[in-house]
């Protein structure tokens, strides 16, 4: 048996075993065991449906709905406040390091099948819904805020009602380029591309090219058939 044949055998048997219970938890361990570390566990996600959660993941949630295949890499951090807070994640969508995803107000989060989620994102679902489509690109670094702090004049800041302008919905085949943040109230449309470090305060229409603070549409994906494109994405 070669060496490769040989991981992939102890990998499928500790995977069966694998889930969130201390036991689970170190049956998740011994199957990383001969696999490298970061991405390359995605591998062992695609082995049993019920996906990787990997051992340094935290995850303090009631009301978690997790597809087949899923992957949650290290460091991970799902938290809620109450049990009314609800998280859903698709088949094979793929959540990787140190990414935050938190739920508070009655807020919730539901990511479609296949989308990633690159390094240090954070999602604050608070009051409103984070609805993320499928096969969606979500680059590192990027902030979801469905909601905002009130200014009312003679309260101290950290006192004021939390507000929203209502939901943030990314459609199908959306590209989130490095360190983008997305407001509350907005509607990014199919295939729609943002570009890194745009802060996205209004609605981005479907196949459009959308860059800068706040960010504006310079073109459509249509053009690219037309002049050579220029990258406006990193992901």
């Known amino acids: 048996m070669t060496r490769a044949r040989l ?3 102890w990998a499928q048997f500790w995977m069966k075993l694998a889930g969130t219970s201390s036991a689970g938890r170190m ?14 566990r ?9 996906g990787y959660i990997s051992p340094t993941a935290t995850i303090h949630h009631k009301n978690f709905t997790v597809g087949k295949h899923v992957f949650l890499g290290d460091g991970v951090t799902i938290f809620a406040r109450s049990a009314d807070d609800s998280l859903v994640l698709g088949n094979e969508v793929s959540i990787n390091k140190d990414t935050i995803i ?13 989308t990633t989620v690159q ?3 954070q999602f604050s679902a608070y009051k409103g819904t984070i609805r993320i489509g ?5 680059a590192p670094n990027c902030a979801f805020y469905p909601y905002n702090h009130g200014m009312s004049p003679g309260t101290p800041m950290k006192q004021q009602a939390l507000l929203s302008k209502g939901g943030i919905t990314l459609e199908d085949d959306v590209w989130l380029g490095y360190g983008v943040i997305v407001l509350d109230g907005v509607r990014i449309g199919k295939g729609a ?10 609605d981005i229409p479907a196949g459009a090219i959308a860059v800068g603070v706040p960010a504006r549409v310079v073109k459509s994906r249509d053009d690219m058939n037309k002049r ?3 990258p406006l994405a990193a992901s």
């Open 7 to 9: 991981r992939r055998v």
């Open 27 to 40: 049956a998740l361990r011994l199957a990383g065991w001969f696999y490298p570390p970061y991405k390359a």
């Open 42 to 50: 995605h591998a062992l996600a695609r082995l049993s449906p019920a």
């Open 102 to 114: 938190e739920m508070g107000h009655g807020g919730s989060l539901i990511i479609g099948a296949r």
């Open 119 to 121: 390094p240090r994102c």
């Open 134 to 138: 499928e096969e969606v690109q979500i």
């Open 193 to 202: 591309v943002i570009g890194a470090g745009s802060v996205v305060n209004k």
């Open 228 to 230: 050579p494109d220029t």
